[in-house]
């Protein structure tokens, strides 16, 4: 039902993406670009790849975009469908650790989750809402976020590098008139690039320290951090935090990590 009324409330951002992204890949191959030439020369292997790189960043915006970032479910819901395996791979907390109400939902708040109004529900381990890809990003769809800016980083590089190969600039109108739809998507892939490169470097500084966007600009505002002895209760190291970020298969019970931070010797 939530990823339904997502795709309903977020369709133009989606189609806008994948129209833009498939309108600069045309522009790339109609003019006189590298691309074009090496297609016109029968040396399609380039192109291909190329083609099959933005197709994989178009199919993982849509999967990020669609994909439950980390619902906070009632224990009801949580039990309704649940195998066995499934069961095991939930979050089990602290017996003595008291899970806070969200005055929102009304939901049981796992710490690090946040209600996100646009999303109107909790969101486990709450990095920010993304209004690019109309969803939250949060504990089970940040991995994917992150792979999907770093394929979208390459398309944008190469096609950078493609529709500067295209461009010979001579000062007349008949040379605008040809090469306007270059130059645009020359202008788009520029901003784009530098948007999504300083996402990317970002939020990998931010996973390295195992640390969300919320959570670093509200620092002085989240009660746990605010009122923690050390500046970030869940840095565990730069390699295992970015090892239990992308290959941890289940979610994190994030109060044992924070109680157990909390009680070690100074």
Not at 24 to 34: E, G, K, P
Not at 106 to 134: F, G, N, S, T
Not at 169 to 190: D, G, K, M, P, R
Request: glycine share 4%.
């Amino acid at each position: 039902m939530r990823q339904g009324a997502a795709w309903g409330g977020g369709y133009l951002v989606r189609a806008a993406h994948t129209g833009l992204s498939w309108g600069v890949t045309l522009a790339l191959f109609l003019h006189r670009t590298d691309l074009q030439k090496q297609e016109e020369q029968g040396e399609l292997l380039q192109p291909l790849i190329f083609v099959l790189l933005v197709l994989c960043s178009v199919l993982l915006y849509f999967v990020v975009s669609l994909m439950d970032p980390g619902f906070v479910e009632s224990d009801e819901e949580e039990k309704v469908g649940m195998n066995e395996e499934q069961r095991v791979m939930m979050p089990q907390f602290p017996s003595n650790v008291w899970l806070r109400r969200c005055g929102y939902c009304m939901l049981k708040q796992p710490m690090r989750a946040k209600h996100c109004q646009l999303c109107r529900h909790c969101v486990r381990r709450y990095d920010h809402h993304c209004p690019w890809i109309e969803n939250c990003v949060g504990e089970r769809n940040h991995p994917l976020f992150i792979v999907y800016l770093a394929v979208q980083l390459v398309v944008l590089l190469w096609s950078f590098h493609v529709a500067w190969s295209g461009l010979y600039f001579q000062q007349s109108w008949e040379w605008l008139q040809h090469n306007i739809f270059l130059l645009l998507s020359f202008l788009v892939i520029a901003i784009f690039t530098i948007v999504v490169l300083l996402l990317l470097v970002s939020h990998l500084y931010l996973v390295s320290c195992n640390t969300t966007t919320w959570e670093f600009m509200s620092h002085h505002r989240i009660s746990y951090l605010r009122h923690c002895e050390s500046e970030n209760p869940f840095d565990q190291g730069v390699i295992l935090n970015l090892w239990r970020f992308f290959c941890a298969c289940r979610l994190v019970t994030w109060e044992k990590i924070y109680f157990q931070e909390d009680s070690d010797p100074v």
